[in-house]
Protein backbone atom coordinates (compact mmCIF):
# COMPACT_ATOMS: atom_id res chain seq x y z
CA UNK A 1 0.00 0.00 0.00
CA UNK A 2 1.37 3.37 -0.50
CA UNK A 3 2.68 5.84 2.11
CA UNK A 4 -0.44 7.76 0.92
CA UNK A 5 -2.63 5.55 1.55
CA UNK A 6 -1.07 4.53 5.10
CA UNK A 7 -1.16 8.71 5.70
CA UNK A 8 -4.69 8.83 4.53
CA UNK A 9 -5.63 6.16 6.90
CA UNK A 10 -3.73 7.33 10.11
CA UNK A 11 -5.33 11.06 9.50
CA UNK A 12 -9.10 9.73 9.29
CA UNK A 13 -8.98 7.80 12.73
CA UNK A 14 -6.90 10.40 14.10
CA UNK A 15 -10.26 12.61 12.88
CA UNK A 16 -12.49 10.26 13.60
CA UNK A 17 -11.59 10.01 17.44
CA UNK A 18 -11.40 13.92 17.92
CA UNK A 19 -15.14 14.40 16.06
CA UNK A 20 -16.34 11.58 18.23
CA UNK A 21 -14.69 11.93 22.03
CA UNK A 22 -13.37 15.40 22.25
CA UNK A 23 -16.04 17.27 20.02
CA UNK A 24 -18.44 15.06 20.95
CA UNK A 25 -20.09 15.42 17.31
CA UNK A 26 -22.34 12.36 16.82
CA UNK A 27 -23.75 13.22 13.58
CA UNK A 28 -20.11 14.01 11.98
CA UNK A 29 -18.79 10.93 13.60
CA UNK A 30 -21.59 8.42 11.85
CA UNK A 31 -19.47 9.20 8.51
CA UNK A 32 -16.01 7.79 9.70
CA UNK A 33 -17.83 4.47 11.69
CA UNK A 34 -19.07 2.23 9.50
CA UNK A 35 -22.63 1.11 10.34
CA UNK A 36 -21.71 -2.46 10.74
CA UNK A 37 -19.05 -1.69 12.46
CA UNK A 38 -17.02 -4.34 14.48
CA UNK A 39 -16.37 -3.80 17.93
CA UNK A 40 -13.84 -6.18 20.10
CA UNK A 41 -13.64 -4.58 23.12
CA UNK A 42 -14.67 -5.87 26.60
CA UNK A 43 -15.63 -3.04 27.33
CA UNK A 44 -18.48 -1.61 24.60
CA UNK A 45 -21.43 -3.00 23.89
CA UNK A 46 -21.67 -4.45 20.01
CA UNK A 47 -21.24 -1.82 17.23
CA UNK A 48 -21.32 1.54 16.25
CA UNK A 49 -24.47 2.30 18.55
CA UNK A 50 -22.76 0.35 21.60
CA UNK A 51 -19.39 2.86 21.15
CA UNK A 52 -21.86 6.07 20.73
CA UNK A 53 -23.94 5.36 23.82
CA UNK A 54 -20.45 4.52 25.83
CA UNK A 55 -19.36 7.82 25.34
CA UNK A 56 -22.78 9.80 25.40
CA UNK A 57 -22.86 8.49 28.58
CA UNK A 58 -19.59 10.00 30.34
CA UNK A 59 -19.55 13.26 29.42
CA UNK A 60 -15.82 14.15 30.51
CA UNK A 61 -14.03 11.30 28.47
CA UNK A 62 -11.59 12.48 26.34
CA UNK A 63 -8.82 10.91 23.81
CA UNK A 64 -5.33 12.05 23.53
CA UNK A 65 -3.57 10.89 20.25
CA UNK A 66 -0.14 9.43 21.06
CA UNK A 67 2.16 7.10 18.33
CA UNK A 68 0.74 6.05 15.84
CA UNK A 69 1.30 3.63 12.67
CA UNK A 70 -0.17 2.13 10.12
CA UNK A 71 0.18 -1.55 7.85
CA UNK A 72 -2.40 -1.97 5.14
CA UNK A 73 -5.70 -1.45 5.86
CA UNK A 74 -4.75 -1.50 9.94
CA UNK A 75 -4.23 1.59 11.80
CA UNK A 76 -2.38 1.01 15.05
CA UNK A 77 -2.66 3.94 17.73
CA UNK A 78 -0.86 4.76 21.46
CA UNK A 79 -3.62 6.54 23.33
CA UNK A 80 -5.10 8.23 26.24
CA UNK A 81 -8.47 8.18 27.47
CA UNK A 82 -9.27 10.93 30.46
CA UNK A 83 -12.46 12.16 32.35
CA UNK A 84 -13.61 7.92 32.49
CA UNK A 85 -15.18 8.27 35.97
CA UNK A 86 -12.42 6.31 37.21
CA UNK A 87 -9.56 6.77 39.49
CA UNK A 88 -7.03 6.96 36.59
CA UNK A 89 -7.35 7.56 33.04
CA UNK A 90 -7.14 4.47 30.63
CA UNK A 91 -3.54 4.51 27.83
CA UNK A 92 -5.13 1.97 25.20
CA UNK A 93 -3.59 0.69 22.10
CA UNK A 94 -6.20 1.23 19.98
CA UNK A 95 -6.26 -1.20 16.64
CA UNK A 96 -8.71 0.04 13.48
CA UNK A 97 -9.44 -1.72 10.26
CA UNK A 98 -10.53 0.55 7.37
CA UNK A 99 -12.82 -0.35 4.75
CA UNK A 100 -14.55 1.22 2.20
CA UNK A 101 -12.81 4.41 3.51
CA UNK A 102 -14.59 3.50 7.47
CA UNK A 103 -13.71 2.59 10.17
CA UNK A 104 -14.84 -1.19 10.15
CA UNK A 105 -13.56 -3.05 13.24
CA UNK A 106 -11.79 -2.28 16.69
CA UNK A 107 -9.68 -3.88 19.20
CA UNK A 108 -7.70 -2.32 21.85
CA UNK A 109 -5.81 -3.17 25.07
CA UNK A 110 -6.57 -0.92 27.93
CA UNK A 111 -4.53 -0.50 31.11
CA UNK A 112 -4.88 1.97 34.34
CA UNK A 113 -1.97 4.67 33.84
CA UNK A 114 0.31 4.46 36.31
CA UNK A 115 1.76 7.15 38.25
CA UNK A 116 5.10 8.13 39.30
CA UNK A 117 4.79 5.89 42.55
CA UNK A 118 3.39 2.79 40.72
CA UNK A 119 5.44 2.83 37.81
CA UNK A 120 8.33 0.10 38.22
CA UNK A 121 10.08 1.46 34.96
CA UNK A 122 10.21 5.58 36.54
CA UNK A 123 8.91 6.28 33.09
CA UNK A 124 5.57 7.59 32.31
CA UNK A 125 3.11 5.18 29.56
CA UNK A 126 1.95 8.20 27.88
CA UNK A 127 3.83 11.41 26.92
CA UNK A 128 6.81 12.89 28.68
CA UNK A 129 5.07 13.05 32.15
CA UNK A 130 3.18 11.08 34.83
CA UNK A 131 -0.48 12.28 35.39
CA UNK A 132 -0.45 15.41 37.63
CA UNK A 133 3.16 16.43 36.65
CA UNK A 134 1.83 17.62 33.43
Known amino acids: MPASRHEANKAMVLEALDVLFNQRDF ?5 FWA ?3 IQHSAII ?3 R ?24 DLVMLHSRYSGNEQ ?13 N ?26 GDAFPGER
Open 45 to 47: APG
Open 87 to 99: PTASVAVDIFRIG
Open 35 to 37: PDY
Open 27 to 31: AAAEA
Open 101 to 126: GRLQEHWDVLQDEATRGTSLSGMPMF
Open 49 to 72: DGLFNLVKALPRLRHEAGFICADG
